[in-house]
């Protein structure tokens, strides 16, 4: 299965078969003062710096994220798409819980991106599916409901179907679905990773979706999240997760490791090429 997903100038293809596609998690100030109180003033340089590095750093696909307290998503996230979208080239992912600022986003976007999300909860269906519907776009579904984030397997892989079968429903094809099984800190449940992990195994195998899944939250709270996040990210990746959002500068060696292992890097070109690039690098 392939989501097509566009900007102004660059196609980016999800496929069930891989290779892995990076969406970029870093233009989100969760945890990040200076971004933060830049967003609050309205100076959106070091947006620019985050989404050119990110880029650099071989992100295929921005997520943008300026849900903090004190600042008004409406306003500010067609503002952000804006600015990230006249300084990279690739597509975007639009991430808010607000329909109004989601929309808002939608209508200035050039191109078709993915819109981050939609959930099993009757207003969420209720409101971001037709916008999905209306702009063409694509949609990150999360496996939660009224009554939060299911302890349960069977119970996320029921929401996701439920997803899938609405998103049809009112006319959006299968493909334009990604199934996000909900990443919980491993150092808060220690069930948490076999719990998302077989959950993907199961939507993977009943629903031959697309998956993604917000990586580092896997690690909060622990040390050395770095360790936690690649560990995590080969796991997800090996059991069906095709654009895991991430930190990408961080994990993409032990992706690109992992797609060759999988066999979806023919001769290890993609491998070898991000290789040359370290050592370029480092000589600078
Ligand atoms: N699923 C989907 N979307 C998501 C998430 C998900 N969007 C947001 C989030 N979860 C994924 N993005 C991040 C971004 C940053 C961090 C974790 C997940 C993070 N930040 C560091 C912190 O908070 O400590 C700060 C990093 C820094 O300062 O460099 O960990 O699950 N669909």
């Given at each position: 299965?392939?989501?097509?997903?566009?900007?102004?100038?660059?196609?980016?293809?999800?496929?069930?078969?891989?290779?892995?596609?990076?969406?970029?998690e870093?233009?989100?100030?969760?945890?990040?003062?200076?971004?933060?109180?830049?967003l609050?003033?309205g100076?959106?340089?070091?947006?620019?710096?985050?989404?050119?590095?990110?880029?650099?750093?071989?992100?295929?696909?921005?997520d943008?994220?300026?849900?903090?307290?004190?600042?008004?998503?409406?306003?500010?996230?067609?503002?952000?798409?804006?600015?990230?979208?006249?300084?990279?080239?690739?597509?975007?992912?639009?991430?808010?819980?607000?329909?109004?600022?989601?929309?808002k986003?939608?209508?200035?976007?050039?191109?078709?991106?993915?819109?981050?999300?939609?959930?099993?909860?009757?207003?969420?269906?209720?409101?971001?599916?037709?916008?999905?519907?209306?702009?063409?776009?694509?949609?990150?579904?999360?496996?939660?409901?009224?009554d939060?984030?299911?302890?349960?397997?069977?119970?996320?892989?029921?929401?996701?179907?439920?997803?899938v079968?609405?998103?049809?429903?009112?006319?959006?094809?299968?493909?334009?679905?990604?199934?996000?099984?909900?990443?919980?800190?491993?150092?808060?449940?220690?069930?948490?990773?076999?719990?998302?992990?077989?959950?993907?195994?199961?939507?993977?195998?009943?629903?031959?979706?697309?998956?993604?899944?917000?990586?580092?939250?896997?690690?909060?709270?622990?040390?050395?999240?770095?360790?936690?996040?690649?560990?995590?990210?080969?796991?997800?990746?090996?059991?069906?997760?095709?654009?895991?959002?991430?930190?990408?500068?961080?994990?993409?060696?032990?992706?690109?490791?992992?797609?060759?292992?999988?066999?979806?890097?023919?001769?290890?070109?993609?491998?070898?090429?991000a290789?040359?690039?370290?050592?370029?690098?480092?000589?600078?």
């Amino acid at each position: 299965m392939e989501t097509k997903l566009t900007s102004a100038k660059k196609q980016v293809i999800i496929r069930t078969e891989g290779p892995t596609v990076l969406i970029g998690e870093r233009i989100n100030p969760t945890g990040k003062k200076k971004l933060t109180e830049a967003l609050k003033s309205g100076n959106l340089e070091i947006v620019r710096k985050e989404a050119i590095a990110q880029v650099q750093a071989g992100a295929d696909i921005l997520d943008v994220n300026v849900g903090a307290l004190g600042v008004d998503e409406e306003v500010l996230l067609p503002e952000v798409v804006k600015v990230v979208m006249n300084t990279v080239d690739v597509p975007l992912c639009l991430d808010s819980a607000n329909p109004v600022a989601l929309e808002k986003s939608l209508k200035v976007y050039q191109g078709k991106p993915l819109v981050n999300s939609v959930t099993g909860q009757e207003n969420s269906l209720k409101r971001v599916l037709p916008l999905i519907k209306k702009y063409g776009a694509a949609v990150i579904g999360l496996t939660m409901d009224d009554d939060g984030i299911p302890d349960d397997v069977d119970k996320r892989v029921a929401i996701a179907h439920k997803i899938v079968e609405r998103a049809e429903k009112v006319g959006i094809p299968r493909e334009d679905v990604i199934i996000d099984c909900l990443t919980l800190a491993v150092g808060a449940n220690d069930k948490a990773g076999v719990v998302v992990i077989e959950s993907i195994r199961r939507v993977r195998e009943e629903l031959g979706v697309n998956l993604t899944l917000g990586a580092s939250n896997i690690s909060f709270g622990l040390p050395d999240r770095d360790i936690i996040n690649n560990a995590f990210i080969t796991v997800a990746i090996c059991t069906g997760v095709t654009c895991p959002i991430v930190d990408v500068a961080k994990v993409r060696p032990a992706v690109l490791a992992t797609d060759l292992i999988l066999g979806r890097d023919r001769y290890a070109m993609r491998y070898i090429k991000a290789y040359q690039q370290r050592q370029k690098q480092m000589e600078k």
